[in-house]
């Protein structure tokens, strides 16, 4: 495999640990040594790794056949469930990864807008489909100025991508303001991430995410809520936690409960573009969509996902983040905790972080935090190699999160960082 590995995000310096087998909250490695998982497969795994109840329902489907030319009643159960939960959401489709759930996306908001150009925030992930890898992690040389950010591509995309993309500063309201204005009846749409995970999870100013909604809707542009990531945050999703309604959303991760799912949703008549019994306007095909495995799986894991098991989770994450500001706090270091609900990003700087830009230096490609990682390995924390980032899942108790905190600790503290 080129560079050893087949997924770009699990590459490790000198080599990756490899997994033999993950319970609850902990992975074993297959030199036998065991480490609490605070990555959870980049966040999809809420209940943590083989949840008893899960591993049962999947057992049972695999034994009655993985995949037909058919429909299965589970992929209407799951649908309804999305639908009852997340408020913009009437209607669903299914494909297999959070890339094709955000293209679904783009796609439709194209064929209902009429226009082909969209939007997105400098630094944003949103997997790989062209348009949206734009500017996904531009070097400072090809920023462009900061009123006019660059639409930067990466080898191997055609450059009339980047003529379709319109980049944004995330949380400067008046550039977003006049980028929005001067494109407004190109737009088919904005997408963004309440909570940016490639934006260091820097929060949105208190009215930006509204401002969006409003401005967006001023031009008929259709705005998509990116939740693949963040869906985890309440019970009815990312959007509604920030308490904004947009017209389209992305799901992935958590909702196929640790098998391969994408999803995308929203009101009937955005979502009637896929409709085959009107004029067919967004081919949707995907041999697996909405296979009988991954929405058993999906359906069991968002049962258990209740109000009260989101409220005890999201409890904990603050239990985390509070220890981790006051144990910065009593250790002098400059730093801030960045995150809401199960998750959490800290940011070794007292800088006022706003955007991507004001990361510059902080971010993943700050070689500090590979050595973080390395040092939090060897303490049975895994941790990722590009920021101290983490993420909960439900078998986790405070004592997994304060062995997380005096870990980090004890790092710091080995790496002489205060
Ligand atoms: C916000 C966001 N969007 C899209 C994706 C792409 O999802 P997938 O890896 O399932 O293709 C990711 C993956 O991490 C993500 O975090």
């Given at each position: 495999m080129p560079g050893g590995?087949?997924?770009?995000?699990i590459a490790l310096a000198p080599y990756p640990i490899y997994a033999a087998s993950g319970s609850g909250c902990r992975v074993t490695d297959v030199e036998g040594d065991q480490r609490l998982d605070f990555l959870n497969n980049y966040t999809s795994l809420i209940l943590g790794h083989a949840d008893p109840q899960v591993t049962a329902a999947v057992q049972r489907r695999v034994a009655l056949g993985t995949a037909f030319t058919m429909p299965t009643p589970e992929d209407v159960e799951l649908a309804e469930l999305l639908a009852a939960r997340v408020?913009?959401?009437d209607q669903v489709r299914f494909c297999n990864s959070g890339s094709e759930a955000v293209m679904l996306c783009v796609k439709a908001a194209r064929a209902f807008t009429g226009r082909h150009k969209i939007a997105k925030f400098e630094g944003a992930y949103h997997g790989l489909y062209d348009y949206v890898a734009v500017s996904e992690g531009p070097n400072s040389d090809e920023w462009g100025e900061s009123d006019s950010p660059r639409s930067v591509i990466e080898?191997?995309?055609?450059?009339s991508v980047a003529e379709d993309v319109v980049v944004l500063p995330w949380n400067r309201l008046d550039v977003c303001r006049e980028r929005i204005t001067q494109h407004g009846d190109e737009l088919a749409a904005v997408i963004f991430d309440p909570m940016p995970l490639g934006i260091g999870m820097i929060a949105a100013r208190p009215g930006f995410l509204e401002f969006l909604r409003e401005e967006t809707a001023r031009y008929g542009i259709l705005l998509i809520a990116?939740?693949?990531?963040?869906?985890?945050?309440?019970y009815r999703g990312a959007a509604d936690a920030f308490g904004i309604q947009p017209d389209l959303g992305s799901f992935a991760k958590i909702i196929g409960g640790g098998f391969p799912v994408g999803a995308v949703g929203g009101s009937r008549q955005v979502m009637s573009?896929?409709?085959?019994?009107?004029?067919?306007k967004v081919h949707h095909g995907g041999t697996?969509?909405?296979n009988p495995v991954t929405v058993t799986a999906g359906l069991e894991t968002m049962r258990q996902m209740t109000p009260e098991a989101y409220q005890r989770l999201n409890g904990l994450g603050d239990y985390i983040r509070d220890r981790l500001r006051r144990m910065f706090h009593d250790r002098q270091l400059p730093a801030q905790v960045c995150g809401k609900g199960s998750l959490f990003l800290a940011h070794l700087t007292a800088e006022e972080l706003i955007d991507y830009r004001s990361l510059r230096g902080f971010?993943?490609?700050?070689?500090v935090y590979g050595d973080l990682c390395h040092q939090m390995l060897n303490r049975g924390i895994i941790v990722s190699?590009?920021?101290v980032f983490g993420c909960l899942s439900t078998p986790m108790t405070e004592a997994e999160l304060d062995a997380f905190v005096d870990a980090l600790d004890q790092s710091l503290a080995q790496l002489a960082l205060r």
């Open positions: 590995n087949t997924r770009h995000s408020p913009y959401v080898p191997g995309t055609p450059p990116d939740e693949v990531l963040n869906f985890r945050l309440s573009v896929f409709d085959h019994t009107r004029s067919l697996f969509n909405a971010s993943r490609t700050n070689p190699p590009r920021g």
